[in-house]
């Protein structure tokens, strides 16, 4: 049992309850991996970047990732119109808070997948 003192370092995890649900999905942080180090994307480069993600589930992850602020999307007026996506902010502080986790499971051993798009030396 912890002492009362001890109750001083807790961490309320409420805030995590939101946001949670998004980037615990499978492609979320490979897509505000891909973001983070090579900028902003079309929605085909991404899914060809990614492989085998099809239509759909990159579509209910990029307007996931949008909703909670992670990811800004622009339409570019153009013919035909050409969508954009891109980290916003609170996307780019959350990719910051992300690499030392991305880079601990790599230290332990962590399979690296040909073709990876999180390199070590690419996380400034």
Not at 46 to 58: A, D, S, T
Not at 69 to 98: A, I
Request: aromatic share 6%; charged share 30%; with cysteine.
């Amino acid at each position: 049992m912890k002492k009362p003192s001890d109750r001083d370092n807790d961490v309320c995890f409420c805030p995590l309850f939101g946001i949670l649900d998004v980037v615990a999905k499978k492609w979320a942080l490979l897509i505000i991996a891909i973001l983070g180090n090579e900028g902003e994307k079309g929605f085909n480069e991404l899914k060809k970047e990614l492989g085998c993600i099809g239509p759909k589930p990159l579509s209910d992850t990029l307007k996931n990732l949008e909703r909670i602020g992670l990811v800004k999307k622009q339409v570019l007026e153009t013919s035909p119109p050409t969508v954009k996506y891109s980290l916003t902010p609170d996307g780019w502080e959350f990719r910051k808070h992300l690499i030392p986790m991305l880079l601990w499971v790599s230290e332990r051993g962590g399979e690296e997948m040909p073709g990876c798009p999180i390199k070590a030396g690419n996380h400034e």
